[in-house]
T-cell receptor, first 111, second 115 residues
Framework: GEDVEQSLFLSVREGDSSVINCTYT??????LYWYKQEPGAGLQLLTY?????DMKQDQRLTVLLNKKDKHLSLRIADTQTGDSAIYFC???????????FGKGTMLLVSP | NAGVTQTPKFQVLKTGQSMTLQCAQD?????MYWYRQDPGMGLRLIYY???????DKGEVPNGYNVSRLNKREFSLRLESAAPSQTSVYFC??????????????FGEGSRLTVL
């Protein structure tokens, strides 16, 4: 089956930029997503990118997609302690298909 | 707007007991899903219902059954709970085939412990 891989942990200082990386195997991916999970809560969609785009910016968030290498990244500018959470990368294949999630990257932001 | 509501939020069971996790959404979505989340394993799909009247197995369906009661409700049943089913269970919904970007809307989770 399809696979999504991401590093498990990232630690940054408040005010720095954070970059979370993800690789996927599905060559027919149509949408790629970043979800955020705060402690004790469900997942919330942060942003998504359509597979024919290579960049999407939304305030402090920048998503870069390299379709050739099947690599997705999420950059958070001016990271705050409130950004501490688990970030999940996910992809959706063509047609009706369920999302495949990575294992999640725990981001820890220290003051 | 409540979104996706799961009950119960917490449950402790003994091995062999049965229970049903309830999920309801008020967004008029066609598709609904049950995931489990375990440390180091990420989110794994148990069952899903692409539209009312249909259900399909996901990655880890063994030991579970589901019912799509109507468009709003999708329940997950453990017939004979095992310690390996200790997990956090998430229900999610999406607008459905052909009408959306695939974005999932998640509930807050149900934390189940099987002793």
């Amino acid at each position: 089956g399809e696979d999504v891989e991401q590093s498990l942990f990232l630690s940054v200082r408040e005010g720095d930029s954070s970059v979370i990386n993800c690789t996927y195997t599905d060559s027919s991916s149509t949408y790629l997503y970043w979800y955020k999970q705060e402690p004790g809560a469900g997942l919330q969609l942060l942003t998504y990118i359509f597979s024919n785009m290579d960049m999407k910016q939304d305030q402090r968030l920048t998503v870069l997609l390299n379709k050739k290498d099947k690599h997705l990244s999420l950059r958070i500018a001016d990271t705050q302690t409130g950004d501490s959470a688990i970030y999940f990368c996910a992809e959706k294949g063509s047609g009706y298909s369920t999302l495949t999630f990575g294992k999640g990257t725990m981001l820890l932001v220290s003051p | 707007n409540a979104g996706v509501t799961q009950t119960p939020k917490f449950q402790v069971l003994k091995t062999g007991q049965s229970m049903t996790l309830q999920c309801a959404q008020d967004m008029n979505h066609n598709s609904m899903y049950w995931y489990r989340q375990d440390p180091g394993m990420g989110l794994r799909l148990i069952y899903y219902s692409a539209s009312e009247g249909t259900t399909d197995k996901g990655e880890v369906p063994n030991g579970y059954n589901v019912s799509r009661l109507n468009k709003r409700e999708f329940s997950l049943r453990l017939e004979s709970a095992a310690p390996s089913q200790t997990s956090v269970y998430f229900c999610a919904s999406s607008p459905g085939p052909g009408v959306d970007t695939g974005e999932l809307f998640f509930g807050e989770g149900s934390r189940l412990t099987v002793l």
